[in-house]
């Protein structure tokens, strides 16, 4: 099943050969944890945008995740509002130029990385629009997440904001800056003959030519610490390489759902199974079988 709210990310449903839920602009995960503990069997996918998931659906997403609801979180970047016809976003950039922001953004942008790991998501990852195969696996990765799985897709806008990942796009940067994340394995970016790595100066990333390191002092992915995720997804160009790959799963969590249904099984067994209310009114004192029947 696949929820979505308002912008150009939420058409996603309709090309979907599955259910789908257009729902209302940043409700997307409202309707989406609901679904969940209603059929709580269903594989739940939640599809929103840098507008619809963090203006007016922050405080729905930010709750989605720190619940760990079994839903999976595909929220596409591209740093503005394109179905509007680009005013700026909560991802835009300071000093972005729009129609809604003429002289300039004052606003400074969201990571939304950030905010998946700081609102509690036991999967966050990141990937770009461009790359198919990598997309691929992280999709297929989030997806077999149990719990609350957040995946960030730098995504292109061609009309409004043509080029926005430019410097994952264009062949010589992306070279330079593109680092995958791999976990257990020590994080290096670069081209071939000029590895670079990051190594921890404290709690201070720093970027280190590999040649003149021995490789032990290298910073090790840890894909199941959450402090070190944060670091990472703080990281950008052109100081710093761009993590992509999954920066934080953490298994065996329990989920949202779960705790509810444990919950709901205890009054059960406490209190017996009840009546509907429909059963409840019908059985009211005084009333005669005539009304009942009604």
């Known amino acids: 099943m696949f929820i979505s709210g308002i912008g150009c990310s939420s058409r ?30 269903l594989k739940v996918f939640v599809v929103t945008g840098d507008g619809d998931g963090l203006s007016i659906g922050g405080n ?20 503005i509002y394109g179905l509007t016809k680009g005013q700026y976003s909560p991802t835009s950039e300071l000093g972005k130029v729009t ?17 998946a790991l ?25 997806s077999a997440h149990k719990g609350a799985a957040f995946v960030e897709i730098l995504q292109n806008c061609n009309v409004y904001n043509d080029l926005a990942w430019n410097v994952l796009y264009d062949k010589e940067s992306k070279i330079l800056h593109e680092c995958r994340l791999e976990h257990g394995k020590p994080i290096m970016f670069g081209p071939p003959d000029d590895r670079r790595g990051l190594v921890l100066e404290g709690v201070k990333p720093k970027v280190v030519k590999v040649k003149d390191v021995p490789e ?40 949202y759902e ?18 509907s209310r429909s059963s409840s009114w019908q059985a009211r004192p005084g009333r005669s079988a005539e009304q009942a029947g009604r």
Request: aromatic share 8%; hydrophobic share 40%.
């Open 258 to 275: 779960e705790i509810l249904v444990q919950q709901e099984q205890k009054a059960i067994s406490d209190r017996g199974p009840g009546i």
């Open 12 to 41: 996603f449903p309709y090309y979907m050969n599955t259910y789908g839920f257009h729902t209302i602009h940043g409700r997307a995960p409202a309707l989406a944890t609901g679904l969940k503990l209603a059929r709580p069997e």
């Open 216 to 255: 032990s002092t290298l910073w090790v992915h840890d894909s199941s610490d959450r402090a070190t995720a944060m670091l990472l997804a703080q990281l950008w160009a052109p100081d710093y390489p761009i993590p992509l790959g999954t920066l934080l799963s953490l298994e065996g969590e329990t989920t």
């Open 99 to 115: 129609k809604s922001t003429p002289m300039g953004s004052a606003d400074r942008p969201l990571s939304p990385c950030s905010f």
């Open 118 to 142: 700081a609102a509690g998501a036991t999967y966050v990852a990141r990937t770009v629009d461009r790359n198919i195969a990598h997309m691929e696996e992280t999709l297929r990765s989030a």
């Open 60 to 79: 729905h997403l930010l709750h989605v995740l720190r619940r760990n609801v079994d839903v999976t979180i595909l929220l596409f970047n591209n740093r």
